[in-house]
């Protein structure tokens, strides 16, 4: 019964065309056609002509009926004709909000006093504020996009950036299938990390090798520039035990301080623990003063060690076993002092 009704709100909502829909940049409803170039067009082609949606997914109904009622991202899960693994497409409803909110025709000039105006509440930060036009040239460079598109994306949707990059880089983030205009399409790599509260210990214990060992390398950051990821949570955390390995997802939210240009550029910010409820406080200003900081670990630490209500029974690793204790004595001792 329950896959009849599935199939039936299948049917009605009309899925079978929705990958036009998501790899659509929607030229019609928006003239912004004219940023895109060959390659994005040829990366479109490629994308529909080897995705197909994935109907017997439940997560690509529920994203649906959440999306309706204000999501902040839409999901849907396709299958790659190529190899047969799962897919995931992101695009960001309010990308199309913010550019429907603009005055067209669009050029870089007038695209980058609409991010200079609304960068105090964008979700990615480049900072010092003197260092945003160097950062927009650096992926000019490094990118298929022209500098106009580079603006675009910073003030849309920066992860259309950032993923491709980090990931050329070794970075833990999933293997990306493709971008087709403001969509994202990414290797459906595993669960999030809340599925992984109560699994073998020794499993917990790999993750959080991992979550230390990606902390310091995003400090350690790319030519020069630091990424300070604000919104670590087991949410944004995926971990596929076949290959042993963790990835970021969503690293819209996040700092990235050009390490050259802050005041205190041979100085280390050595973050204290802010309290506050359901958070992680931390102080922008501080980040993006300093050449390096340790706020990835002390985060990192903290997701470890406490939940956001800073219940020290509620972390990562906690509880630890009995067994856990007797194999490692120290272990809770280098967690208290992580």
């Known amino acids: 019964c329950s896959k009849k009704f599935q199939l039936l709100l299948i049917i009605l909502l009309n899925f079978r065309d929705m990958v036009n829909y998501m790899i659509s940049i929607q030229v019609d409803d928006l003239p912004i056609d004219h940023l895109f170039g060959k390659s994005v067009v040829r990366n479109c082609r490629y994308i529909l002509a080897n995705l197909d949606y994935d109907e017997s997914n439940t997560q690509n109904l529920i994203s649906h009926l959440v999306s309706r009622v204000g999501s902040h991202r839409k999901t849907q899960i396709f299958r790659s004709k190529i190899t047969g693994n799962k897919i995931i497409g992101k695009s960001y409803p309010k990308s199309y909000k913010i550019i429907r909110a603009l005055n067209f025709p669009l050029n870089r000039e007038y695209l980058r006093k609409e991010y200079l105006a609304q960068v105090v509440g964008s979700d990615l930060h480049i900072c010092p504020h003197g260092s945003i036009q160097q950062f927009v ?7 298929d996009y ?3 598109t580079v603006w675009l994306l910073m003030l849309t949707n920066p992860q259309l950036l950032l993923h491709p990059y980090l990931e050329h880089h070794g970075f833990p983030v999933p ?3 493709g971008i087709c205009g403001l969509t994202i399409f990414q290797e459906h790599v595993g669960p999030t990390l809340q599925h992984f ?3 073998n210990f020794e499993i ?3 993750i959080a090798k991992q979550l230390l060992e990606s902390a310091l390398k995003f400090t350690n950051g790319f030519e020069g520039y630091r990424m300070y990821i604000t919104d670590l949570t087991a949410d944004n955390l995926i971990y596929n035990e076949e290959s042993d390995k963790l990835f970021f997802i969503d690293l819209n939210t996040a700092f990235i301080v050009d390490s050259k240009d802050t005041i205190h ?3 280390i910010d050595q973050h204290e623990n802010i309290e506050c409820d359901d958070c992680f406080a931390f102080l922008p200003d501080r980040l993006c003063s300093y050449g390096i900081s340790d706020v990835n ?6 997701f470890l060690h406490e939940n956001l209500k800073r219940d020290r029974t509620g972390g990562f690793l906690k509880p630890i076993p009995a067994d856990i204790t007797a194999k490692y004595p120290n272990l809770e001792t280098l967690l208290d002092s992580c």
């Open 297 to 302: 670990l002390l985060e990192s630490c903290l």
């Open 137 to 143: 040239n650096f992926f000019t460079t490094h990118s």
């Open 204 to 206: 917990k214990l790999r």
């Open 146 to 148: 022209n500098e106009t």
């Open 197 to 199: 509260y109560k699994a």
């Open 175 to 177: 293997q990306l299938f």
């Open 265 to 267: 550029k041979d100085g």
